[in-house]
Nanobody, 123 residues
Framework: QVQLVESGGGLVQAGGSLRLSCAAS?????MGWFRQAPGKEREFAAA????????SYVDSVKGRFLISRDNAKNTVFLQMNSLNPEDTAVYYC???????????????????WGQGTQVTVSA
């Protein structure tokens, strides 16, 4: 079982930036970030293929968030810019460790999850 440890969450003012990191204990295929706001279901935010040649974002973060990875360090990053209060949520790192699909973008394709890190954006 691959363990995932997130870091980088916090409190930021609207318009600010944060960078999330997620370190995996082993090899992973696609990696993604999901988020869950209070009272809402967990939703897809961004994903990246193992080689980094494919990325995907939910429409609400396109042009503001950037996902990247460093396979040598088994780490994925989420650079979040121009944050707004609607981005407030617990952000979860996820990893596809089986690699059944070349690029995973849906929640059920991921089988390892981090503990989550809180991101709060004040108005």
């Amino acid at each position: 079982q691959v363990q995932l440890v997130e870091s980088g969450g916090g409190l930021v003012q609207a318009g600010g930036s944060l960078r999330l990191s997620c370190a995996a204990s082993g090899r992973t295929f696609s990696m993604g970030w999901f988020r869950q706001a209070p009272g809402k279901e967990r939703e897809f935010a961004a994903a990246i293929s193992r080689s980094g040649d494919m990325t995907s974002y939910v429409d609400s973060v396109k042009g503001r968030f950037l996902i990247s990875r460093d396979n040598a360090k088994n780490t994925v990053f989420l650079q979040m810019n121009s944050l707004n209060p609607e981005d407030t949520a617990v952000y979860y790192c996820a990893a596809d460790v089986r690699g059944v699909q070349r690029f995973a973008t849906t929640l059920w394709e991921y089988d390892s999850w981090g503990q989550g890190t809180q991101v709060t954006v004040s108005a």
